[in-house]
């Protein structure tokens, strides 16, 4: 499933897996305490948005499908940031917190000086500043409080997650069309 939905994105159906990895440990029908469920753990909106109806969520190829539709959303919404690593970190962050939030982040970076298309150092840094009075009332603003710092470890334990699937799983090695046949 993986292997077959990423093909959108252009990405290593491994960075898929992370992200699957991070948000439900592979468990389908993981409900997690905000309400997010399945294996992409979605919110009941955003699973309507992106075509879920019901226990649709909890089907792994809709579910996974719906998931690579939303990256896809938000590989349009972060276009702007040429960096293909620097972009993807702005997608998970998004995935995870919500565009908005980021894109807050990103409006502080450019206020400030920072870089608004650099996570590393810049806005990550401005998604921990958005729980202060000061900075999510900035007129730059327009989402409110944020708890960037579950966000920012999202991102980067997704990208451990990732490096560690690169690192033992060689996919290469393997000639996945005859598998597919197989079936």
Not at 17 to 28: C, G, K, L, T
Not at 147 to 165: A, D, I, W
Request: glycine share 8%.
């Amino acid at each position: 499933i993986f292997r077959r939905e990423v093909q959108q994105l252009g990405w290593d159906w491994r960075m898929l897996a992370a992200i699957v990895w991070n948000e439900s440990r592979f468990n389908n029908g993981a409900v997690s305490s905000q309400g997010a469920r399945g294996l992409m753990q979605f919110m009941p909106r955003t699973a309507e948005r992106f075509g879920l109806v019901g226990d649709d969520v909890l089907v792994p190829q809709k579910s996974i499908g719906a998931g690579v539709e939303y990256l896809l959303f938000l590989e349009r919404r972060f276009n702007e940031i040429k960096d293909r690593d620097e972009r993807i970190k702005f997608i998970l962050a998004g995935y995870n917190a919500g565009p908005g939030h980021v894109c807050d982040a990103m409006a502080l970076a450019q206020k400030y000086g920072d870089d608004p298309h650099t996570w590393g150092g810049s806005v990550e840094k401005w998604l921990f500043a958005l729980q202060e009075s000061k900075y999510y009332n900035d007129e730059v603003c327009r989402h409110g409080f944020f708890r960037g710092r579950y966000t920012v470890k999202y991102v980067m334990n997704v990208f451990t997650k990732y490096r560690e699937y690169t690192e033992k799983i060689n996919y290469r090695k393997f000639d996945y069309e005859t598998i597919d046949n197989w079936r």
